[in-house]
């Protein structure tokens, strides 16, 4: 979900963890990894396939833990969608059983969430620059797409010449709210969630804007609910937002660097998160492959820069904090590895444990608590 720290099985001990993954090109993958995480130890098992799927990229977890959603990341151009949206019931032993899939009615898809009934998959199209909401059966099969919303800025000058590209989408604690962060565009969208019918519309005010030229690709609210943060994959910046509430409108009132000075070579951020206690921040940062934390001010929702830590790889993409706030798992996409991290819970600074396990050109993880 979007919420940082909202798990109620923040005191179970043992994991069961999916990766999301490309397929295709040179890849050794195949699919949908699984393996076993003890958060005592902070030991992750050896993977096994889960599941064969082409481009199982970013993966979303059912409010039952009975069945796990994933995009099938493809795309043949601009306009010409061809991605998916697959849905797996999860086994016992952590394989997964393929129920249905349908189109995603745009090019790229690269995010997924369930809401918190369950009822609702939602996909972001990056290529198409378009959201969609599906509703879900009781047996976990996805429905044919209840709303189909193609983001746009008729506001810019150059509107007819900017491309969207939606890059996620997450949901507020309460339900209510639907935040699409476009890189394309600039702006964090917000919609309201109606969750019996599957369907979204604007709300009011209907986008937050971050500086031009930033580039916003994930999104994060604060366990309060006061605050939120995108990290913005051009400027090498996270924005941190104030938060109303009641009406789910961001205000921008902070832009930090999230890489050290003087860094010079390619450089883009991939993933924001919030630590389970809301204390901390954490960006994931490609090219200079690290992660950067912040402490978080509980009274401002402003950031402190706390230090930026190497993963251990090369392109670190999303990456996972368990549930109890004690560990962070870092995917480097391009050297098929996940490496665990302690959580320093007085500074938020991460410290590698020297574990980490081989999986293919990893993207996603999520986790959920074993029986």
Aim: proline share 7%.
């Amino acid at each position: 979900m979007a919420i940082c720290g909202s798990w109620s099985e923040a005191k179970a001990d043992k994991f069961r963890v999916f990766v999301g993954t490309y397929s295709q090109g040179d890849s050794i993958s195949k699919g949908i990894y699984t393996s076993l995480f003890d958060s005592e130890t902070g030991k992750l098992t050896e993977p096994t396939l889960a599941i064969e799927l082409v481009n199982p990229s970013f993966l979303a977890v059912h409010p039952t833990q009975k069945f796990l959603y994933a995009v099938n990341e493809l795309s043949e151009g601009p306009g010409k969608g061809n991605g998916g949206v697959t849905a797996m019931k999860i086994n016992p032993d952590g394989t997964l059983l393929k129920l249905n899939d349908q189109p995603s009615l745009g090019g790229a898809p690269c995010h997924c969430n369930v809401d918190a009934t369950g009822r609702t998959l939602l996909i972001a199209n990056y290529t198409g620059g378009n959201v969609v909401a599906y509703p879900i059966a009781a047996d976990g099969k996805i429905g044919e797409a209840s709303s189909n919303i193609h983001h746009e800025d008729p506001t810019r000058e150059n509107a007819a010449e900017l491309q969207p590209r939606a890059h996620s989408i997450n949901l507020s604690s309460d339900n209510r709210f639907v935040y699409a962060a476009d890189l394309g565009l600039d702006k964090i969208f917000i919609y309201k969630l109606d969750a019996e019918h599957s369907t979204l519309s604007p709300s009011n005010p209907p986008a937050a804007s971050v500086t031009l030229g930033g580039g916003p690709r994930h999104f994060a609210i604060h366990p309060s609910g006061n605050f939120a943060y995108t990290n913005n994959e051009t400027s090498m910046v996270a924005t941190a937002f104030s938060r109303n509430p009641k009406s789910g409108a961001l205000t921008a009132m902070q832009d930090i660097t999230t890489i050290p000075d003087g860094f010079d070579g390619p450089k883009s951020t991939a993933e924001c998160l919030c630590h389970p206690s809301g204390k901390f921040l954490y960006v994931s940062n490609r090219g200079p492959d690290s992660i950067t934390a912040y402490a978080i001010n509980q009274k401002t929702g402003l950031l402190t820069w706390v230090e930026n830590e190497p993963t251990g790889g090369k392109e670190p993409r999303n990456f996972f904090i368990e549930p109890g706030g004690k560990w962070l798992l870092a995917e480097n996409q391009n050297s098929d590895s996940i490496h665990v991290f302690a959580i320093e819970q007085e500074t938020g600074a991460l410290m590698p444990t020297g574990d980490s396990i081989k999986v293919g050109q990893p993207v996603c993880i999520r986790m959920v608590p074993t029986k």
